[in-house]
């Protein structure tokens, strides 16, 4: 990305953007950490394959809401109202067994959480919105 397109960008867009690949990596961690833990019990290939794919949505939605595409911004916060409610009791439930994993979970809440608070002030939402955006 050029220093011209970052300018042209509020930084609000530019913030989120950088919270969310954030918060893709502490995933990242996460999954890790998940299949270190249980890679006795069950085989974690589809763990693995899934979490793959569902990176690789996300690193694409976080490139379209940085080129300045709304239908991105708008799809990342339905999979945030759908996601969120899902995983606030599995980690608060998972806290006394993995605390450090059920604390990452809820830094990557926060960071979603700060990230579509910024998408969706009104410098981001007047960006979105205009001719410059789009390109």
Same mark, same amino acid.
């Given at each position: 990305?050029?220093? !011209?397109?970052?300018?042209? !960008?509020?930084?609000?867009?530019?913030?989120?953007? !950088?919270?969310?690949?954030?918060?893709?990596?502490?995933?990242?961690?996460?999954?890790?950490?998940?299949?270190?833990?249980?890679?006795?019990?069950?085989?974690?290939?589809?763990?693995?394959?899934?979490?793959?794919?569902?990176?690789?949505?996300?690193?694409?939605?976080?490139?379209?809401?940085?080129?300045? !595409?709304?239908?991105?911004?708008?799809?990342?916060?339905?999979?945030?109202?759908?996601?969120?409610?899902?995983?606030?009791?599995?980690?608060?439930?998972?806290?006394?067994?993995?605390?450090?994993?059920?604390?990452?979970?809820?830094?990557?809440?926060?960071?979603?959480?700060?990230?579509?608070?910024?998408?969706?002030?009104?410098?981001?939402?007047?960006?979105?919105?205009?001719?410059?955006?789009?390109?």
């Amino acid at each position: 990305m050029s220093a !011209k397109e970052l300018l042209e !960008k509020p930084g609000n867009v530019v913030s989120a953007a !950088k919270l969310l690949y954030l918060m893709i990596a502490i995933g990242m961690v996460r999954t890790g950490m998940t299949v270190l833990r249980h890679a006795d019990v069950r085989s974690p290939h589809a763990l693995i394959f899934t979490k793959i794919l569902v990176y690789s949505a996300s690193l694409f939605l976080i490139y379209q809401i940085s080129q300045g !595409k709304n239908w991105a911004r708008w799809f990342l916060l339905v999979i945030f109202a759908i996601a969120f409610p899902l995983s606030v009791l599995p980690t608060l439930d998972a806290i006394s067994h993995s605390p450090v994993h059920s604390l990452l979970g809820f830094l990557q809440l926060g960071l979603y959480i700060v990230a579509m608070v910024y998408l969706f002030q009104r410098s981001s939402t007047e960006w979105f919105g205009s001719g410059k955006a789009s390109g």
